[in-house]
């Protein structure tokens, strides 16, 4: 199956830096990349999501972008905020596979804090 | 109530005890999961349904008993859990075609306690 991986694992900045977060995936058929957001004791949220058929996507302060050659993805936060402090999940999925239809390959995640 | 919603919010049970979690999307998905997450452990996928039907079983031990009566409802059934089960519990939903899957939408989860 696929195989996410996801760096750094923890990241600390001050505000108002960049922040960005890399991940990996060994399957060249993933075509669908989220990216969630997860605040203490609250659920994950998706915060932006990127198609195999797209090099970059934007969203305000938050991009991401995807190298299918290289088979990683990126999310890009800018301008950070404490509000931006959380831990954030990248994640693969794939077309119809029968059995794994529909299923997220999820990263390890990554602790964010972001310093006043 | 919008989204996908969970009960009970926490939950403690004996080794013994027998429970079940309940899930509710109301989104019109066609798939729905369940989510375990442990403190400082990356989202472990347990059970997949597409359209009730079971694809996925991670590997999970039969004390936890997955049911889905039809697309909107999904359960977790609870029996003889170990101390190590205690975590989060998280279910999920989305929309699935051949084209692959949209987003997921997650629960407030389960916080589960063993004792």
């Known amino acids: 199956g696929e195989n996410v991986e996801q760096h750094p694992s923890t990241l600390s900045v001050q505000e108002g830096d960049s922040a960005v977060i890399k991940c990996t995936y060994s399957d060249s058929a993933s075509n669908y990349f989220p990216w969630y957001k997860q605040e203490l004791g609250k659920r994950p949220q998706l915060i932006i999501d990127i198609r195999s058929n797209v090099g970059e996507k934007k969203d305000q302060r938050i991009a991401v972008t995807l190298n299918k050659t290289a088979k990683h993805f990126s999310l890009h936060i800018t301008e950070t905020q404490p509000e931006d402090s959380a831990v954030y999940f990248c994640a693969a999925s794939q077309p119809d596979r029968g059995s794994t239809l529909g299923r997220l390959y999820f990263g390890r995640g990554t602790q964010l804090t972001v310093w006043p | 109530e919008t989204g996908v919603t969970q009960t009970p919010r926490h939950l403690v049970m004996g080794m013994t005890n027998k429970k079940s979690l309940k899930c509710e999307q109301h989104?019109?998905?066609?798939?729905m999961y369940w989510y375990k997450q442990s403190a400082k452990k990356p989202l472990e996928l347990m059970f997949v349904?597409?359209?009730?039907?079971?694809?996925e079983n991670n590997s999970v031990p039969s004390r936890f008993s997955p049911e889905c009566p039809n697309s909107s409802h999904l359960f977790l059934h609870l029996h003889t859990l170990q101390p190590e089960d205690s975590a989060l519990y998280l279910c999920?939903?989305?929309?699935?075609?051949?084209?692959?899957?949209?987003?997921?939408?997650f629960g407030p989860g389960t916080r589960l306690t063993v004792t």
């Open positions: 349904y597409n359209f009730k039907e079971q694809t």
């Open positions: 999920a939903s989305s929309q699935t075609g051949s084209w692959g899957s949209y987003e997921q939408y």
């Open positions: 989104l019109g998905h066609n798939a």
